[in-house]
């Protein structure tokens, strides 16, 4: 008999654990983040370099403001580090 108390006690435990549970409310939803606003930062400089490489002979050809100021060619001196481009005659 001890064990039939037992069990219905438990069965009355579980029961009133399992009503008190689904009668409290949930807890209130997290308010959203704020949405911070970036303004855009300042536009980049307009594209006044052009850079036309030919990979069939590896000549780059560079133009500054629509104007020809030369190429590099990959035959310029060592001591030019980066090289500079030089007026190149094109056939």
Known sequence: MDCIKLL???SALAAAMILVSCATPPPPAPEPAPVVYMPPGDPPPPDEWNIFPDPT????????????????????PDSEDPPLPHPVQTH
Do not use: L
Not at 57 to 76: C, M, P, R
């Open 8 to 10: 219905s006690r438990v």
């Open 57 to 76: 002979t590896g000549q780059v050809d560079i133009y500054h403001k629509g104007d020809y100021v030369g190429a590099v060619t990959g035959k310029e």
